[in-house]
């Protein structure tokens, strides 16, 4: 049997899901976001910042524990990938997504950070909303549909073009 998810909480992850793309470079420099197959790799866990390999996917996104697949799953593993289907699947989707999110918008080299548009704890001037809160409240939907969005969201802007070697 489903349970209801209430209309605010609805309302809430449609409005992540369907914010605004990312501005080109000569609207603000959201053109920056590295993918979870260069977050995963070896040779670059040098560039992880505020995390590590092994940390767990919850010190970063607390309500992956309501779902088997990641309740006990590291970043690496996050990173790593898989899917299927039902709500186990895509929390799966959605952790590896999440996760090279969270690194994008933690990396900052010294002179400055990625020009990746969402920020971890608040909204960001790219129109995005607060990516752990987003990403919370994703996997607390309990909505495949809902965490897909957001994951397919996530990845567009993982995806945008990785400066780093």
């Known amino acids: 049997m ?10 809430a992850v449609a409005s992540i ?5 990312a501005a080109n470079a000569t609207n603000g420099g959201t053109t920056e976001g590295c993918t979870p197959g260069y977050w995963k790799v070896q040779q670059h866990h040098d560039s992880w910042q505020e995390a590590g390999p092994g940390d767990k996917l919850r010190s970063k996104f607390a309500k992956a524990t309501l779902y088997k697949s990641t309740k006990n799953m590291t970043l690496l593993q996050a990173l790593q990938g898989g899917g299927g289907g039902g709500l186990d699947g895509a929390a799966k989707i959605l952790a590896r997504a999440a996760v090279a999110a969270y690194l994008n918008a933690s990396y900052d080299d ?27 409240a994703a996997f ?3 909505n495949r549909g809902t965490m897909l969005e957001l994951a397919s969201r996530l990845d567009r802007d993982n995806n945008l073009g990785c400066p780093l070697t």
């Open 110 to 136: 010294g002179a400055g950070h990625l020009a990746f548009p969402w920020r971890r704890y608040e909204p960001s001037e790219f129109d995005r909303p607060a990516l752990v809160k987003s990403v919370n």
């Open 2 to 11: 489903k349970k209801p998810v209430s209309l605010a909480l609805s309302a």
């Open 140 to 142: 607390a939907s309990k």
């Open 17 to 21: 899901a369907f914010a605004a793309p």
